[in-house]
Nanobody
Framework: QVQLVESGGGLVQAGGSLRLSCAAS??????????MGWFRQAPGKEREFVATISWSGGKTYYADSVKGRFTISRDNAKNTVYLQMNSLKPEDTAVYYC????????????????WGQGTQVTVSS
């Protein structure tokens, strides 16, 4: 069993930055998690993919809406994945969730194996 805990959310003005963290812990083969990713859900909207990164960090993918503004990275020694968010916009306001997939990049929420509880990001105009 793996637990994912997000942190780093908060209130920021448009144009500002935040860095989210997701720490993985638990028993068993935590190191075997292949892909880790970020998703978000805004009020009244469906959850959407934001970014994912492979185990080695060599492959990253982003939603078009965040490309060029967000950067996903990971520190495997700390079992932690990060999401650096720059040039934030009000439309980035959402609950951000971390997810992990044991076999592939974490691009599809339902296909992931582990999920965090989420952290709120609010961007004011």
């Amino acid at each position: 069993q793996v637990q994912l805990v997000e942190s780093g959310g908060g209130l920021v003005q448009a144009g500002g930055s935040l860095r989210l963290s997701c720490a993985a812990s638990g028993s068993g083969r935590t190191f075997s998690i292949y892909g880790m990713g970020w998703f978000r859900q805004a009020p009244g909207k469906e959850r959407e993919f934001v970014a994912t990164i492979s185990w080695s960090g060599g492959k990253t993918y982003y939603a078009d809406s965040v490309k060029g503004r967000f950067t996903i990275s990971r520190d495997n020694a700390k079992n932690t994945v990060y999401l650096q968010m720059n040039s934030l916009k009000p439309e980035d306001t959402a609950v951000y969730y971390c997810a992990a997939d044991r076999f592939q990049e974490a691009r599809i929420w339902e296909s992931c194996d582990y999920w965090g509880q989420g952290t709120q990001v609010t961007v004011s105009s």
